[in-house]
């Protein structure tokens, strides 16, 4: 979170929305730790990361619905997924990704 | 996670106050969030005080332990984040080494600090990108330090009348890691002369020296990302002298 600070902050001095993407659990042999987190902001930018770049297009799909519907939701990844084929881990593993939207006033 | 909870963990992150959070992921709380910074100050509830309980107690436990997890909790699924103070990278002797170990550190998210007594080591120009510079002595450089269990500390003044009152502070303490520079020799006659002075082998032990893992290089840079794979290799518990086998088996 601490490299994520000082990001999060110049989107919310341009007025972005921010969607916060953490991994909650892993299982298998995955890129990034548990915990691991990643923002994306309301036009689409991304930073830090989740996996090894293997989920994060849809993750920022993701977020950005987040955004729009202010509810949060809880993403499975892994190679039995059936979007395995564009959206799978290819090392095999499984995540699954916990987005919220960051900050929000209500 | 509302703002406000945003902005107490921004807060305890910035004023390096360890700190932990509890998510709920199911149930009519989903989203909600509760906190905790500096094991007494809780904030935030999922609505049902049996649950609020437990996760409170969980997230005094996260903080000594420190990590990321979900876990089930009165038949809910609650996952755990802490905020700890980074890692802090303590190098004694601001020689050529510690200019690449510095910037290295930095990449991988320490604060860092360098003590020297010689002035002209241990300067803006050659330290810029430092967060901290300290011109004493080792011991009274570190007395200034938090030595925390997440301090790497790196001895790089190649000198006795350094080393040893540094290393008499550094095993009395908590840090993590204690590095020496020196040849297998050098290592030798130290452990030697601390053990003449009633250290025991099993404090000596904390002591890595010759320092970094053995990648055969002896430029400024290659030496520090020695140092700094060993650095990772211990806080990660894996043992310096099987780390880089196991990175070529695994």
Same mark, same amino acid.
């Given at each position: 979170m601490r490299e994520l600070l000082e990001q999060i902050d110049s989107w919310r001095a341009e007025g972005e929305s921010i969607a916060l993407a953490t991994v909650i659990s892993a299982s298998g042999s995955t890129p990034r730790p548990v915990g691991a987190k990643m923002i994306v902001s309301g036009g689409g930018k991304m930073q830090g990361?989740?996996? *090894? *770049?293997?989920?994060e297009g849809s993750v920022i799909e993701h977020a950005l619905d987040v955004l729009a519907k202010g509810e949060p939701r809880l993403i499975e990844y892994g190679i @039995? !997924? !059936?979007?395995a084929w564009d959206v799978g881990l290819s090392c095999g593993g499984q995540i699954e990704v916990f987005i919220e939207p960051l900050a929000s006033v209500s | 996670m509302k703002a406000d909870t945003y902005a107490a963990i921004r807060a305890a992150i910035q004023a390096s106050i360890p700190a932990a959070t509890a998510t709920c #992921?199911? *149930? !009519?709380?989903?989203?909600q969030v509760m906190f905790l910074r500096a094991s007494d100050s809780f904030d935030g509830s999922f609505g049902d005080p049996a649950l609020d309980q437990a996760v409170r107690a969980r997230l005094l436990e996260k903080l000594d332990e420190g990590g990321a997890g979900a876990e089930e909790l009165e038949g809910v699924r609650v996952f755990f984040d802490s905020y700890l103070p980074p890692p802090h990278l303590v190098v004694i002797g601001a020689v050529h080494t510690a200019i690449p170990l510095v910037s290295i550190a930095r990449i991988m998210g320490f604060d860092t600090t360098v003590i020297d007594a010689r002035g002209v080591f241990a300067t803006e120009e050659r330290f810029?990108? @430092?967060?901290d510079l300290i011109e004493a002595w080792p011991d009274e450089g570190l007395a200034e330090i938090n030595l925390h269990h997440g301090v790497a500390a790196v001895i790089l003044a190649h000198d006795e009348k350094f080393e040893d009152p540094a290393l008499d502070v550094l095993l009395k303490s908590e840090v993590g890691y204690i590095g020496a520079i020196g040849s297998r020799k050098t290592s030798q006659e130290r452990l030697e002369r601390l053990k003449a002075r009633g250290y025991t082998d099993e404090q000596l032990a904390r002591i890595h020296g010759p320092? *970094? #893992?053995? #990648?055969?290089g002896r430029a400024p840079e290659e030496v520090a990302i020695s140092i700094m794979a060993e650095i990772v290799a211990v806080r990660n518990g894996v043992d310096p002298a099987r780390a880089l086998a196991t990175a070529k088996s695994a």
């Open positions: 990361s989740v996996s *090894g *770049g293997c989920v @039995s !997924d !059936d979007m | #992921l199911s *149930g !009519d709380a989903e989203g810029p990108h @430092s967060d320092v *970094g #893992l053995n #990648l055969g």
